[in-house]
């Protein structure tokens, strides 16, 4: 089964700008089809993983506890 992921980062996560993409080069061969969306303001990892759950497999978070907790609960509700 091929499964399609999401990558919702969070660039300034731990008060530092992360370079995610940079970060993930080397692994992008591993999955089938992807997109990674860095965030751009509060709120904005929830509002992403509430558009895009219905399109997406597997989602993930990627930043700190605030990253993860807006899609946790996006997802969960």
Excluded: C, W
């Excluded at 999955?31 to 990892?45: D, E, L, V």
């Excluded at 978070?61 to 609960?73: C, K, L, M, P, W």
Aim: net charge positive; hydrophobic share 35%; proline share 3%.
């Amino acid at each position: 089964m091929n499964r399609n992921y999401l990558f919702i980062n969070n660039p300034i996560s731990g008060g530092s700008k992360t370079n995610f993409i940079k970060l993930f080069e080397p692994l992008k061969g591993q999955f089938h089809q992807y997109k990674i969306i860095n965030t751009t303001h509060g709120g904005h990892a929830k509002e992403l993983a509430n558009k895009y759950k219905n399109e997406y497999n597997v989602i993930v978070a990627v930043g700190g506890d605030g990253t993860i907790n807006e899609v946790a609960s996006a997802l969960v509700n």
